[in-house]
Nanobody, 122 residues
Framework: VQLVESGGGLVQTGGSLRLSCAAS????????VGWFRQPPGKERELVAT??????FYTASVKGRFTISRDNTKNTAYLQMDSLNPEDTGIYYC??????????????????WGQGTQVTVSL
């Protein structure tokens, strides 16, 4: 599976961005999709995941971010609203097959995109 993220950029506090993750290769619908981010100087952290019908959000983004997927287009999305500077980082999409939807350990995900930069200014 190959994953390509897009949609990152520079936005002011309170603004919105929509990230996309386009997948190619094996059947995208069979995977659990996760969005991770890596703030400057920090560890990579889970933001949200989506299985077939189940979603999970880390506490800091709940109510502001929405993860979705369109299996007919082999694409996952992360709608990010009410952004603040703490959301700054490189955002990655990743997929894993099987297991729990709310898996926070990046090592459980088999395939990764190259990342897209999100910068939120004051």
């Amino acid at each position: 599976v190959q994953l390509v993220e897009s949609g990152g950029g520079l936005v002011q506090t309170g603004g919105s961005l929509r990230l996309s993750c386009a997948a190619s290769g094996r059947t995208f619908g069979s995977y659990i999709v996760g969005w991770f981010r890596q703030p400057p100087g920090k560890e990579r952290e889970l933001v949200a995941t989506r299985g077939r019908d189940t979603t999970f959000y880390t506490a800091s983004v709940k109510g502001r971010f929405t993860i979705s997927r369109d299996n007919t287009k082999n694409t996952a999305y992360l709608q990010m609203d009410s952004l603040n500077p703490e959301d700054t980082g490189i955002y990655y999409c990743a997929v894993k097959q099987g297991g729990v939807v709310n898996a926070i350990d990046p090592r459980l995900y088999s395939y990764w995109g190259q990342g897209t930069q999100v910068t939120v200014s004051l």
